[in-house]
């Protein structure tokens, strides 16, 4: 839009002189003067790097309206494009950037070094740089620097998650774009899960006639690649520096291969393509002939299509009740002499070690890999759940990669703030700083870690159908969805995996990170803006609260309220400091444009005087209260996290009236848990306390409580309903899987 447009505009106006480049260089020294790019400007490349020549001039041409012309020769042009190691100082992916007032030099160690040389100039131009249509009246200068760069880790990745909801061609384009923008190198290609496969296998066409789509016509999800569509894509990250590694998923999440073709379970029972989120307990069948023949032609047909030196193998959450149950699969225990089921992964593990070291690949999987039995042959794990793991890769001869689902699984909100997209909720938030914060040593070619990576998972789309699309609206919901969760915290991920920890330093990072959102606003990228900076809250001598905020985005607006409520784009302007009586009535948001804002500051309630009861889980206000019965729900993801017994607690903490309740009820999934009789009235001080008792919880499932409230003579400006939730366990006693939660629920 217009608006857009113009704040975008004021956005890089703003940082015109400023150098904040991400990730940060080794070394940047600026110097006396700019360089000026003019329509006259000439592009020269050495012979090799025409590609790269022509994504500069692409990406120049594109927001100055100007025709480049290229030549080839080592020493032609205005802007110089070279190969020398020796310039590089030798580094893998490694460059030198000279701008002088005359020209610009730019030597990679190799083809990757020159591309991200391109990035870093890039950076150093005004955002406008990034806009796909012409940008009028614009100062096309680039500060005089002298830049050596060049990366901490070989492996700096991103998973993205296409399988479980998926994503078109164009999209994943746009994805490798973000990555390359910001120097990541490795896309981790998740095409197979239990709710979708995703690459087209020649020999098998029901696993992309059947396994691609879940739902029935009128609501049916689902999508794959033609090999066609893969071949594109790979092209497109070669340019790119991007390495596209397929992610083909066994023995467990893969009901999509099993609904196609049932004879790959061990049960042989026909299936249907989930339409919501669970993990499938049908593993591929270790014990028949056909399974491994049905691995062999996937893989050759998948390594065939992709370049790369790796391919995943997937390899968590395997669940081997079906394989104690099979026949087949316990002779093939026997015959190997493993004493537990599990191992038998770790038997399928080394076949397909086996077949891919004759293709010359090395098999990379999630951590579980190298805990289920000897490998045989070295192997990459992705260490998501705990990286103390690495101890065992190093112990027993195997690479790690360290995405760790507390700091890089992107699929995490950012924030807890009340009215934060949905997102997971089975671990905490991860801000952009926690994801900055994780730990990785230094790497050496002797280190067991090769690198960082980045995940979002994309199942939220198929718990519930909230975030689904529309396909006749012609929505990218799904697209902005993933790019809100993705950045800016991507940019935290290519810091981490490209610089040493020692040369880290949040304050700048961030800094930095402010003067980035206006070059994502011109490559279309629908961010997560930042809430606004608090630089002091200060208590005042009539016990009021003094604000001094700071922008988190260079260039933006903030507005803000007193009163409690959400501000909105119509609430006052942040000019100075902003007195108020409690913290918990103001609130601050940033303004990019009049579409584009952040959630809220936000503080919560103190409760602590309720701690004995739980942790706070949601309240009723005056304008929800009803003079009839009427329905009450509210979220429990993350607190109801076990099988056993809740105590749950109304407390009514203020009020003039009275509050009734009825029937409780424990949903998951609008499935009915548990339930009780409430019928009782909550008056004065008064607190009530029920139990229900939960069985076979499956996580992390959406849970809800319903309560019906009336009352009389309502008050609705004196009356509040606090709900509160705590799972703490007691002793156990007996059946070792349950055990005795408390929940609190004040009113």
């Known amino acids: 839009t217009l608006l857009s447009c113009l704040m975008a505009c004021s956005l890089s106006s703003a940082l015109a002189e400023s150098i904040n480049i991400i990730p940060q260089p080794v070394r940047l020294e600026q110097q006396a003067g700019s360089f000026r790019l003019t329509s006259s400007a000439v592009i020269g490349y050495q012979a090799g790097l025409k590609e790269h020549a022509e994504y500069l001039q692409q990406v120049l041409s594109q927001s100055t309206g100007w025709d480049f012309r290229l030549v080839e020769g080592k020493n032609q042009g205005d802007i110089r494009l070279a190969l020398s190691p020796d310039k590089a100082q030798g580094k893998a992916e490694g460059y030198q950037l000279d701008v002088k007032p005359g020209r610009i030099v730019l030597y990679g160690t190799d083809k990757g070094g020159v591309f991200y040389g391109i990035q870093t100039l890039l950076q150093l131009f005004p955002a406008e740089i990034y806009s796909s249509q012409r940008q009028k009246g614009v100062d096309w200068t680039v500060p005089a620097v002298s830049v050596f760069d ?364 402010s003067h980035h959102y206006a070059r994502l606003d011109y490559k279309g990228c629908n961010y997560r803006v930042p809430e606004p900076q608090i630089v002091s809250m200060k208590e005042q001598a009539d016990g009021k609260l003094e604000f001094t905020l700071a922008p988190s985005v260079a260039g933006s607006e903030i507005v803000y309220t007193t009163d409690g409520r959400y501000p909105n784009i119509h609430s006052p302007r942040y000019t100075g400091p902003v007195t108020v009586d409690n913290k918990s009535d103001f609130h601050a948001m940033t303004l990019v444009t009049d579409r584009h804002y952040s959630l809220p500051i936000y503080f919560a309630p103190d409760y602590s005087a309720y701690k004995q009861y739980g942790t706070f889980t949601a309240e009723w206000k005056p304008l929800q209260i009803q003079t009839v019965m009427t329905p009450w729900r509210f979220e429990c993801t993350g607190k109801i996290s076990g099988n056993g017994t809740y105590e749950v607690t109304f407390i009514r903490t203020k009020g003039q009236n009275n509050l009734k309740l009825g029937t409780l009820q424990l949903l998951k999934r609008e499935e009915k848990l548990a339930a009780a009789a409430v019928g009782f009235r909550l008056m004065g001080e008064r607190k009530r306390t029920l139990n229900v008792t939960v069985a076979g919880v499956e996580l992390p499932f959406i849970l809800d409580y319903i309560a019906g409230i009336s009352h009389t003579r309502m008050n609705a400006a004196q009356l509040l309903a606090h709900c509160h939730a705590n799972l703490r366990r007691a002793k156990r006693t007996g059946d070792r899987t349950s055990a005795h939660h408390h929940i609190a629920l004040f009113a």
């Open 150 to 513: 060049a990366p901490e880790r070989p492996w700096r990745g991103m998973m993205l998650d296409v399988a479980r909801y998926f994503f078109d061609k164009e999209f994943v384009k746009k994805y490798i774009d973000m990555m390359a923008m910001y120097k990541l190198n490795k896309l981790q290609f998740h095409l197979i899960d239990d709710s979708g496969w995703r690459l087209e296998i020649k020999k098998y066409p029901r696993l992309t006639e059947i396994g691609a789509w879940a739902g029935p016509d009128t609501h049916r999800l689902g999508g794959y690649y033609t090999q066609e569509d893969i071949k594109e894509l790979i092209a497109y990250g070669q340019l790119r520096n991007v390495e596209i590694i397929p992610e083909i998923e066994f023995p467990a999440h893969m009901l999509s291969a099993v609904a196609a073709y049932p004879w790959l379970s061990c049960t042989g029972l026909q299936h249907e393509v989930p339409v919501q989120h669970f993990i499938s307990r049908d593993l591929l069948c270790v014990g028949k002939e056909s399974s491994y023949q049905f691995l062999s032609d996937v893989l050759d047909e998948t390594v065939s299509l992709f370049p790369s030196h790796y391919i995943n193998i997937g390899g968590d959450e395997a669940v081997y009740d079906r394989w104690k149950e099979c026949p087949k699969c316990q002779e093939v225990m026997k015959r190997e002499g493993l004493t537990k089921v599990s191992d038998l992964q770790g038997y399928l593990t080394n076949v397909v070690a086996d077949m891919m070291k004759k293709k010359d690949r090395t098999v990379v999987g999630w951590e579980e890999i190298i805990q289920r039995g000897k490998i045989n042959h070295p192997v990459v794990a992705l260490m998501w759940h705990n990286v103390g793991d690495t101890i065992q890769a190093t112990k027993t001869g195997h690479k790690a990669i360290l995405t760790p689902a507390t700091h890089m699984y992107l699929d995490f909100p950012e924030s807890g703030t009340p009215g934060e997209i949905k997102a997971a909720g089975w671990m905490p938030p991860i801000s952009v700083e926690k994801c900055y914060s994780m730990e990785v040593n230094d790497y050496s070619p002797e280190s067991t870690v090769l690198g960082v990576q980045g995940c979002f998972w994309s199942d939220q789309f198929i718990h519930g159908t909230v975030l689904q699309e529309l396909p006749l609206l012609n929505e990218n919901r799904s697209e902005n969805y993933a790019e809100y969760l993705t950045f800016p915290r991507l940019l935290a991920v290519s810091e981490v995996a490209w610089s040493k920890m020692s040369r880290r330093d949040y304050k700048d990072f961030s800094n930095r990170l």
